[in-house]
């Protein structure tokens, strides 16, 4: 009988294994200085299959949604990516990564120009800028908030350094080739 009980335990435990995930997402250190940045997070997010419940809190800097699944969840990821906006992100206690930027591992130059960065206003240019200024190498930094562009441009500046610091800022920007 406990043999029964056992393999009926272990059934189940792997058919609910497979099943696809049903939880929340939360992503924090995102960008949120204004209500247009919590509309353009909800915009990036509100036409996925499997997404709904999106909620952002400016004071704390988290942006949160329900996935139906694990692919509603890396599509919420990557349109949030699109959209210009990071952080760290969880599905329960599952890391989600973020799309690659482009970043080469000891790639260094003397302009570094990142795409599709989300700046609405002029706190998203000011927040921007202030994620960059103390980077080693950097002399200047130019931003195109029409556009959504950040160019850093200096002497030796690595990288993956300068996107760490623009994803700290919870931007997402790709670097340009």
């Given at each position: 009988?406990?043999?029964?009980?056992?393999?009926?335990?272990?059934?189940?435990?792997?058919?609910?294994?497979?099943?696809p995930a049903?939880g929340?997402v939360?992503?924090?250190?995102v960008?949120?200085?204004c209500?247009?940045?919590?509309?353009a997070?909800?915009?990036?997010?509100?036409?996925?299959?499997?997404?709904?419940g999106?909620?952002?809190d400016?004071?704390?800097?988290?942006?949160?949604f329900?996935?139906a699944?694990?692919?509603a969840?890396?599509?919420?990821?990557k349109?949030l990516?699109?959209a210009?906006f990071?952080?760290?992100?969880?599905?329960?206690?599952k890391?989600?990564?973020?799309?690659?930027?482009?970043?080469?591992?000891?790639?260094r130059?003397?302009?570094?120009?990142?795409?599709?960065?989300?700046?609405c206003?002029?706190?998203c240019?000011?927040?921007?800028?202030?994620?960059?200024?103390?980077?080693?190498?950097v002399?200047?930094i130019?931003?195109?908030?029409?556009?959504g562009?950040?160019?850093?441009?200096?002497?030796?500046?690595?990288?993956?350094d300068?996107?760490?610091?623009?994803?700290?800022?919870?931007?997402?920007?790709?670097i340009?080739?």
């Open positions: 009988m406990k043999l029964v009980a056992t393999v009926a335990m272990l059934l189940l435990m792997i058919v609910f294994a497979f099943q049903d929340d939360q992503i924090e250190g960008h949120l200085c209500g247009s940045c919590v509309d997070v909800t915009d990036a997010l509100k036409e996925i299959e499997g997404v709904t999106i909620t952002c400016q004071n704390t800097r988290v942006a949160s329900k996935a699944s694990d692919e969840a890396d599509k919420g990821i349109a990516s699109e210009g990071f952080g760290t992100a969880k599905l329960g206690k890391a989600l990564a973020f799309p690659d930027a482009g970043a080469k591992k000891d790639a130059s003397a302009k570094v120009r990142f795409e599709g960065v989300h700046l206003c002029r706190s240019v000011k927040a921007a800028h202030a994620a960059l200024m103390n980077l080693k190498g002399s200047s130019d931003i195109d908030r029409e556009a562009i950040v160019t850093l441009s200096g002497s030796d500046i690595l990288h993956t300068a996107l760490a610091a623009l994803n700290k800022g919870g931007f997402y920007g790709k340009a080739k």
